[in-house]
């Protein structure tokens, strides 16, 4: 099993990134998939999740009407692209995914599979 996120860097405040995750080694559709992330000297935090079939989305209020989850499980790919971005958003974001029935904002604590985190640094 690998979940491999790229995308991440430096940004300038109000800018904007997009964010993927490559997934591998199980049944990528089967599986809710979210992003977290992780500022220093903080707990991971729930940023956005998507069902296994699209139909159903859900942010952190922090984030919402600025970042967008999508997936193609054609391509076994869940991406965030993330705009107006904000200096409090510097943070090590994780990709993750759980076999189970969706539910928004679910714990970390239940997500199966997590990616290897990309760096984030919203900065001027």
């Known amino acids: 099993v690998q979940l491999q996120a790229s995308g991440g860097g430096l940004v300038q405040p109000g800018g904007s990134l997009r964010l993927s995750c490559a997934a591998s080694?199980?049944?990528?559709?089967?599986?809710?998939m979210a992003w977290f992330r992780q500022a220093p000297g903080k707990e991971r935090e729930f940023v956005a999740d998507i069902s296994r079939s699209a139909s159903r989305t859900y942010y952190a209020d922090s984030v919402k009407g600025r970042f967008t989850i999508s997936r193609d499980n054609a391509k076994n790919t869940v991406s965030l692209q993330m705009n107006s971005l904000k200096p409090e958003g510097t943070a090590v974001y994780y990709c993750?995914?759980?076999?189970?029935?969706?539910?928004?904002?679910?714990?970390?604590?239940?997500?199966?599979?997590w990616g290897q985190g990309t760096q984030v640094t919203v900065s001027s």
């Open positions: 080694g199980f049944t990528f559709s089967a599986y809710v």
């Open positions: 993750a995914a759980g076999n189970f029935f969706y539910a928004p904002a679910r714990s970390r604590d239940e997500y199966d599979y």
